[in-house]
């Protein structure tokens, strides 16, 4: 099976969607940001403070080459920003999802553990900053997409059915 690299905004659902999908198929799943936390055995927010962004991507590079060699039959979930690799194609399927911003920013402060949700992801801690972000990154991500699955007001286990069947479909 090809790999699938889900890309999308901070908070969209990558992560939850990723496991969800992993209960109704074969594929093994893995988290960038959480091998990037593994490689360097510090939190995500530490790296970017101590060693600032440049730094991170850097970790990102890394990481999308050994996903490239070395990764298949797994469902990626990506950080938000993993999308300017440029090897994305090679590693597998690309799929985005899909949500306008407000939609993102208002599930993540509904979370009963929102404050965690927004501290943990430095490039949110500015709202006006990260819809710019926003803004400029969404054009790309719809350009580099195989598969677009639109998360607005679906559960994570609806998402999954979705993007497993979208897939398949795929080829
Ligand atoms: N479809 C969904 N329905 C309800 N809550 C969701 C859904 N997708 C994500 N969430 C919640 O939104 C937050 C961010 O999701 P996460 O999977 O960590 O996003 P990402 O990996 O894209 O940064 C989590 O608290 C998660 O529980
Ligand atoms: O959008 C980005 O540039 C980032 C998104 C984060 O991942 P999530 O999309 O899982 O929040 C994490 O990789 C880092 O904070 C940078």
């Given at each position: 099976?090809?790999?699938?690299?889900?890309?999308?905004?901070?908070?969209?659902?990558?992560?939850?969607?990723?496991?969800?999908?992993?209960?109704?198929?074969?594929?093994?799943?893995?988290?960038?940001?959480?091998?990037?936390?593994?490689?360097?055995?510090?939190?995500?927010?530490?790296?970017?403070?101590?060693?600032?962004?440049?730094?991170?991507?850097?970790?990102?590079?890394?990481?999308?080459?050994?996903?490239?060699?070395?990764?298949?039959?797994?469902?990626?979930?990506?950080?938000?920003?993993?999308?300017?690799?440029?090897?994305?194609?090679?590693?597998?399927?690309?799929?985005?999802?899909?949500?306008?911003?407000?939609?993102?920013?208002?599930?993540l402060k509904e979370h009963p553990n929102a404050k965690r949700k927004l501290k943990?992801?430095?490039?949110?801690?500015?709202?006006?900053?990260?819809?710019?972000?926003?803004?400029?990154?969404?054009?790309?991500?719809?350009?580099?997409?195989?598969?677009?699955?639109?998360?607005?007001?679906?559960?994570?286990?609806?998402?999954?059915?979705?993007?497993?069947?979208?897939?398949?479909?795929?080829?």
């Open positions: 099976m090809k790999n699938i690299v889900l890309i999308g905004f901070m908070g969209v659902g990558k992560g939850s969607i990723a496991r969800e999908a992993l209960k109704y198929s074969s594929y093994m799943t893995i988290d960038t940001d959480d091998i990037i936390e593994s490689m360097e055995n510090r939190k995500i927010k530490k790296i970017f403070e101590e060693n600032g962004e440049e730094y991170f991507r850097k970790l990102e590079k890394r990481v999308a080459k050994w996903l490239e060699t070395s990764v298949h039959d797994t469902l990626i979930s990506t950080g938000g920003g993993f999308y300017k690799q440029t090897n994305l194609q090679k590693i597998g399927t690309i799929v985005l999802l899909d949500s306008p911003f407000d939609a993102i920013i208002k599930r943990k992801r430095p490039l949110l801690a500015d709202l006006k900053k990260a819809k710019k972000l926003y803004d400029e990154r969404r054009p790309q991500y719809l350009k580099l997409a195989d598969i677009i699955i639109d998360v607005t007001e679906k559960s994570a286990q609806e998402c999954a059915k979705e993007l497993l069947k979208k897939v398949k479909k795929h080829g």
